[in-house]
């Protein structure tokens, strides 16, 4: 599928793993792309990428917690493009701790990156798309959701993320605004990297498909979601878990 050869998509969390990824899918339909994020060194990776590509790109440091900092970044992207089609809300971050041992800041952190992000991001594109009548809002959730030992601040916040996606997906559906959510399970960024090698092996044979996710199959189901076709297609969550929302337990 190719997009409109105008169509504009921005990307929080955009200049690495999953959302690097979920940027070069995009692009690939032919969009242009802004990336949002707060790591300096990276976006201008990321950006250098994507233009050897062809694609054309804006690499802004933003804080998404911050509603300025959003707000100043989304009209950067109207002042050059005059439109904003897509937004993937994928910025997060985890400090996994019992809940007894969680502080303040655990908690707070974990939520503002991971949810309010999102209702940020939201806030300020909608207006934009609602005046153009078409708009894609695509959140990343997680397979977390549903419950996790150890995650209570970060499976509070990917829950809250469906229930945001649900709301919004009613208070926009007349405008040409779809709202969906992407759960993924376990995937292959820094993080799983990290992990040392039993651990890798033992979380690879909770998936049934038998093996780890990649960027690159989150970005499948964001491209799928993006779409103009995918128009009937709203407030609904899809897991690309391999299958581990069926019935293994989370990390």
């Not at 050869?5 to 792309?33: M, Y």
């Not at 989304?74 to 493009?81: L, N, T």
């Not at 701790?97 to 990156?113: E, F, L, Q």
């Not at 960024?189 to 093996?211: G, I, M, W, Y």
């Given at each position: 599928?190719?997009?409109?050869?105008?169509?504009?998509a921005i990307v929080t969390g955009g200049a690495k793993g999953i959302g690097f990824g979920?940027?070069?899918?995009?692009?690939?339909?032919?969009?242009?792309?802004?990336?949002?994020?707060?790591?300096?060194?990276?976006?201008?990776?990321?950006?250098?990428?994507?233009?050897?590509?062809?694609?054309?790109?804006?690499?802004?440091?933003?804080?998404?917690?911050?509603?300025?900092?959003?707000?100043?970044?989304?009209?950067?992207?109207?002042?050059?493009?005059?439109?904003?089609?897509?937004?993937?809300?994928?910025?997060?971050?985890?400090?996994?701790?019992?809940?007894?041992?969680?502080?303040?800041?655990?908690?707070?952190?974990?939520?503002?990156?991971?949810?309010?992000?999102?209702?940020?991001?939201?806030?300020?594109?909608?207006?934009?798309?609602?005046?153009?009548?078409?708009?894609?809002?695509?959140?990343?959730?997680?397979?977390?959701?549903?419950?996790?030992?150890?995650?209570?601040?970060?499976?509070?916040?990917?829950?809250?993320?469906?229930?945001?996606?649900?709301?919004?997906?009613?208070?926009?559906?007349?405008?040409?605004?779809?709202?969906?959510?992407?759960?993924?399970?376990?995937?292959?960024?820094?993080?799983?990297?990290?992990?040392?090698?039993?651990?890798?092996?033992?979380?690879?044979?909770?998936?049934?498909?038998?093996?780890?996710?990649?960027?690159?199959?989150?970005?499948?189901?964001?491209?799928?979601?993006?779409?103009?076709?995918?128009?009937?297609?709203?407030?609904?969550?899809?897991?690309?878990?391999?299958?581990?929302s069926l019935a293994s337990p989370s990390v």
């Amino acid at each position: 599928m190719n997009a409109s050869a105008s169509e504009v998509a921005i990307v929080t969390g955009g200049a690495k793993g999953i959302g690097f990824g979920i940027a070069q899918g995009l692009a690939r339909d032919g969009r242009h792309i802004a990336l949002f994020d707060r790591d300096r060194a990276a976006l201008d990776e990321a950006a250098t990428t994507l233009a050897a590509a062809g694609v054309d790109v804006m690499a802004l440091a933003v804080d998404v917690t911050d509603s300025a900092s959003v707000s100043q970044a989304v009209e950067s992207v109207m002042e050059r493009h005059g439109r904003i089609d897509v937004l993937v809300n994928n910025a997060g971050i985890v400090r996994d701790k019992r809940i007894t041992r969680m502080s303040d800041d655990d908690w707070d952190a974990v939520i503002d990156v991971n949810l309010k992000s999102q209702f940020l991001c939201c806030r300020a594109v909608l207006g934009h798309m609602s005046a153009a009548r078409h708009g894609r809002i695509v959140n990343i959730s997680s397979r977390a959701w549903l419950g996790g030992v150890g995650q209570v601040n970060y499976a509070a916040a990917k829950g809250g993320v469906v229930s945001l996606t649900r709301s919004l997906a009613l208070e926009w559906a007349r405008d040409g605004v779809t709202v969906n959510a992407v759960a993924p399970g376990i995937v292959d960024t820094p993080l799983f990297q990290a992990f040392d090698t039993a651990l890798q092996e033992k979380l690879k044979q909770s998936v049934p498909v038998q093996r780890i996710g990649t960027p690159e199959d989150i970005a499948e189901a964001v491209r799928f979601f993006a779409r103009r076709e995918a128009s009937y297609i709203t407030g609904q969550t899809l897991y690309v878990c391999g299958g581990r929302s069926l019935a293994s337990p989370s990390v």
